[in-house]
Nanobody, 125 residues
Framework: QVQLVESGGGLVQAGGSLRLSCTLS????????MGWFRQAPGKEREFVAA????????AYADSVKGRFTISRVDGKNTVYLQMNGLKPEDTAVYYC??????????????????WGQGTQVTVSS
């Protein structure tokens, strides 16, 4: 059984910063590529960022490039999403995800079988 636990969401003014954290726990040891998706009210879930299982590669949605940075603790299944220059359109529930089927930082939702419960990020204008 795999469990993802997120933390770090909250309310911030436009231009501010937040850091999301996510830790994966599993009954059997393994490293997983991990990432973040988000869902705003009335919209579909969308890819935000992902990082390879080894941490040597990453991918970002165009809308967050240059503002968000994904990283992971070396050798562990803990990832962070540093969000700078936040905009009101970044307001959403952010979900941590992990994939058991690849080692790469994939952008397609179909690769991610494991999901956290989500953490709310609200950016006020």
């Amino acid at each position: 059984q795999v469990q993802l636990v997120e933390s770090g969401g909250g309310l911030v003014q436009a231009g501010g910063s937040l850091r999301l954290s996510c830790t994966l726990s599993a009954q059997t040891f393994g490293r997983y590529p991990m990432g973040w998706f988000r869902q705003a009210p009335g919209k579909e879930r969308e890819f935000v960022a992902a990082i390879t299982f080894s941490g040597d590669g990453s991918a970002y949605a165009d809308s967050v490039k240059g503002r968000f940075t994904i990283s992971r603790v070396d050798g562990k299944n803990t990832v962070y999403l540093q969000m700078n220059g936040l905009k009101p359109e970044d307001t959403a529930v952010y979900y941590c995800v992990a994939s058991p089927t690849t080692t790469q930082a994939m952008t397609s939702i179909s690769y991610y079988h494991y999901w956290g419960q989500g953490t709310q990020v609200t950016v006020s204008s």
